[in-house]
T-cell receptor, first 112, second 113 residues
């Protein structure tokens, strides 16, 4: 199916564990993004990527790592999960010249 | 700094009535894009409507329309003939075309039967 998919949709982990959230898009969009959504904060940018092998930090990047070896994939890794990283994570891509973001279905992560 | 403010955390409307959600923003840019996204309980973020700042005409998409006041930096969303399926969180968002998107904190809309 065309679009942007995230996995897993739900994940429970423990403090200190490494967690990777996957994101895959089928449109060949250049720009991809990772956001976290928390009550009272809207969506905050963690990392973005302008193309394969080009990534840069957003406003809340501490504790997160990304890679983008292929245009279609943009995984987000929490190197050592903390309770403050309990959140809903959204991957998004930007297509064409219209400026809008296309979002995945979100991944709810709980860190115990 | 660019900001987006949604001053109504929660709103409710009767089915078939009209409701307006408010959004104000701050920027020094002259050209930019504004969006309204809908997030139903399923959590999916769905684009409702977009507006390009250089276009004076207000965008419309079926029952959804915006009132874009560039000088006042206001971008409100009007939902006509509200339906139960419109119950969702609505986010206003801004971008000047770079990687940076600014989202408001959202307005939770409940449509009452």
């Amino acid at each position: 199916d065309a679009g942007i998919t995230q996995s897993p949709r739900y994940k429970i982990t423990e403090t200190g564990r490494q967690v990777t959230l996957m994101c895959h898009q089928t449109w060949s969009h250049s720009y991809m993004f990772w956001y976290r959504q928390d009550l009272g904060h809207g969506l905050r940018l963690i990392y973005y990527s302008a193309a394969a092998d080009i990534t840069d930090k957003g406003e809340v990047s501490d504790g997160y790592v990304v890679s983008r070896s292929k245009t279609e994939n943009f995984p987000l890794t929490l190197e050592s999960a903390t309770r403050s990283q309990t959140s809903v994570y959204f991957c998004a891509s930007r297509g064409g010249g219209r400026g809008e973001l296309f979002f995945g279905e979100g991944s709810r992560l709980t860190v115990l | 700094a660019q900001t987006v403010t949604q001053s109504q955390p929660e709103m409710s409307v009767q089915e078939a009535e009209t409701v307006t959600l408010s959004c104000t923003y701050d920027t020094s840019e002259s050209n930019y894009y504004l969006f309204w996204y809908k997030q139903p309980p399923s959590r999916q973020m769905i684009l409702v409507i977009r507006q390009e700042a250089y276009k004076q005409q207000n965008a419309t998409e079926n029952r959804f329309s915006v009132n874009f006041q560039k000088a006042a930096k206001s971008f409100s969303l009007k939902i006509s003939d509200s339906q139960l399926g419109d119950t969702a969180m609505y986010f206003c968002a801004f971008t000047s075309g770079t990687y940076k998107y600014i989202f408001g904190t959202g307005t939770r809309l409940k449509v009452l039967a």
